[in-house]
């Protein structure tokens, strides 16, 4: 049984994974969160004891650290006996810690594909331009990488696999869709990392239809979904981590990504974007000094942690998968329905990081049973979802399933 954790980030997402980690430390054992600003990691354990989120006496401890020098964090990994590391630190310092965790031999977690700062939607299938390729290092070694286990990616790539494997001969289409219908009363913010918010909308589209990649531009292709709980809402078709797995694990479905968006998002991310303020290319001012529009942009943003207090409203996201059954046509929705308001009270967290960082707890605590300790390399949904269904349920995720009229829990 692996235990001992070390999570690696200070942001909103870390909060969540920190706290649920404290929740279920009876499990996971001594705990360690690293930053490049330990004050960060320092106020998160606070926030721990505050809530008096440790299930058990325990350890938690914080720690200064630049996850891009991978010797430093092997040496952490040694140092803390780390056994586990959960990494929701930015997406450009994946391959890094991977790289610390083939070496050291320990599990490694992430929720996103790694990005390089100065590419974006890069081609497809983006993961095979970095992680895959450490795919037989791992297997070779023994060591678990668990790849995109947040929300979405992630639990999303695990409702697909339930829904086919429950329901469905063969699969004809998947469709995740993401409607944040919440409300931080900013004028203007983003729910994550501003940088790797609009890196996700700036540049193609990519989807997978007719069993080959196609291209389109963001907000070029919306349509209205009925939902549970949020009711009806519009969403465009946007590239996501997500459909680069599973259109290649599932080669013959039609794999696309829907996220929601209001009327004013998208001005002002139009107007951003026209100006040139979303460029991850730097540019010089004429003063002569060197800038990132994008950078700058963030850095003007409120810190998506900051909007927590008063966030109202809920989430919900899920997969609309189609297929045959028997001869006959059929369709389910497997999806998850958040409370930004409930997330607060109970880890100080809005929805978004919320349901971003309970999925990687639970897959740690899936790896410490053994259950998901495959010692390769896997994404979510090539591992079983049911036992990933029942610690979210525990945890603060419930799935729910619509099918044939009828709306009911996973396991009804």
Not at 108 to 131: G, L, R
Not at 273 to 287: D, F, N, R, Y
Request: charged share 25%; hydrophobic share 40%.
């Amino acid at each position: 049984m692996k235990r001992t954790v070390l999570i690696i980030g200070a942001g909103g997402v870390a909060q969540v994974v920190a706290h649920k980690c404290a929740q279920n430390n009876d499990i996971l054992g001594d705990l360690h969160i690293a930053s490049r600003t330990k004050s960060k990691c320092d106020a998160i354990i606070e926030s721990v004891h505050a809530k008096g989120a440790m299930k058990v006496d325990g350890t938690f401890l914080a720690h200064e650290l630049d996850a891009k020098d991978t010797a430093a964090t092997v040496a952490l990994i040694r140092e803390t006996g780390a056994e586990i590391v959960i990494n929701v630190g930015s997406a450009f310092i994946n391959m890094y810690v991977l790289d610390a965790c083939i070496e050291t031999g320990a599990a490694y977690i992430d929720t996103a594909i790694h990005e390089e700062p100065d590419k974006i939607c890069e081609t497809p299938p983006w993961y095979a331009n970095y992680e895959w390729k450490k795919r037989d290092l791992c297997a070779e070694k023994g060591v678990t990488a668990i790849l995109g286990a947040g929300f979405d990616p992630g639990v999303v790539n695990a409702f697909a696999r339930f829904a086919i494997d429950e329901y469905m001969d063969e699969v004809k289409s998947i469709d995740i869709v993401d409607i944040n219908a919440g409300s931080h009363g900013k004028y203007f913010a983003t729910n994550f990392d501003p940088e790797i918010n609009f890196r996700e909308f700036t540049g193609v589209v990519y989807y997978w239809e007719d069993q080959q990649w196609k291209e389109t531009t963001m907000f070029a292709s919306g349509k209205d979904w009925e939902l549970p709980v949020v009711g009806t809402q519009r969403a465009y078709q946007s590239g996501h981590d997500e459909v680069h797995s599973l259109a290649a694990n599932y080669p013959k479905a039609d794999v696309r990504f829907w996220m929601g968006f209001g009327e004013h998002y998208i001005n002002v991310f139009t107007v951003l974007k026209s100006l040139g303020l979303l460029s991850e290319q730097p540019v010089k001012t004429a003063e002569g000094l060197e800038v990132v529009p994008l950078k700058v942009v963030k850095a003007v943003l409120p810190d998506p942690a900051s909007l927590a207090p008063g966030y109202t409203g809920k989430t919900c996201i899920g997969d609309l998968v189609k297929g045959v059954k028997d001869g006959e046509e059929v369709e389910v929705f497997v999806y998850n329905v958040a409370d930004h308001k409930e997330a607060y009270e109970e880890v100080g967290s809005q929805g978004i990081s919320y349901t971003a960082g309970v999925p990687p707890v639970a897959a740690a605590l899936l790896v410490a049973s053994g259950e998901w300790d495959a010692q390769t390399m896997k994404n979510v949904e090539e591992l079983d979802p049911k036992p990933f269904f029942t610690i979210l349920d525990r945890i603060g995720l419930p799935t729910r399933v619509e099918f044939n009229g009828t709306d009911k829990a996973w396991n009804e």
